[in-house]
């Protein structure tokens, strides 16, 4: 028979750093709320939760990485909201921050989840921070908890 492996949604002792953007504060703040609420509702403690504030998506990765290469988190969640402008900003913003916490979650063989939104409106990312679309933030600390056990298991 095959061995199966799969997390348990269960937060109790595991240590968890936020790293979140500052800038569209609006969506950051739901999506805080969002992922504080996951963290509570699966179990964890507000003694293991760390949040970091950064100014923008831009910062979040530095930042992260050195969270997540400090080995006092379990796993690192980052959180923030980049919408499309008129230049190409955007595409530079979203494709850096994308691969650089690919890349950081790999390096300290933890969980480091993205939830950083890239939207082409406000409306958008408004959906995505609690209305139609649910909670991404929600989403991300879930992902978390979830791949935490994942790692413990293999």
């Known amino acids: 028979m095959a061995r199966i492996i799969q997390g348990k949604l269960d937060a109790k002792g595991s240590r968890f750093a936020i790293v979140i953007s ?3 504060s609006l969506i950051s703040d739901r999506l805080l709320s969002g992922a504080l609420d996951a963290l509570e509702r ?3 403690s507000q003694e293991d939760i ?3 504030w950064v100014p923008g998506s831009f910062e ?10 400090s080995k006092k988190h379990d796993a690192v969640i980052c959180l923030g909201a ?13 494709a850096t ?3 650089e916490l690919g890349s950081i979650g790999l390096e300290a063989g933890i969980p480091v989840i993205n939830g950083v939104l ?3 409106t406000m409306e958008q990312a408004v959906d995505r921070a609690g209305l139609k679309t649910g909670n991404k933030g929600f989403d991300a600390a879930v992902a978390a908890v979830e791949l935490i056990e994942v ?3 293999l």
């Open 22 to 24: 500052r800038f569209n």
């Open 42 to 44: 699966h179990g964890a």
């Open 50 to 52: 760390t949040i970091v």
């Open 60 to 69: 979040i990765p530095p930042i992260a990485r050195k969270l997540a290469l």
């Open 82 to 94: 980049l919408l499309r402008g008129e230049t190409p900003h955007f595409e530079y913003l979203s």
């Open 97 to 99: 921050v994308t691969k």
């Open 118 to 120: 890239t939207c082409n």
């Open 151 to 153: 790692m413990k298991q």
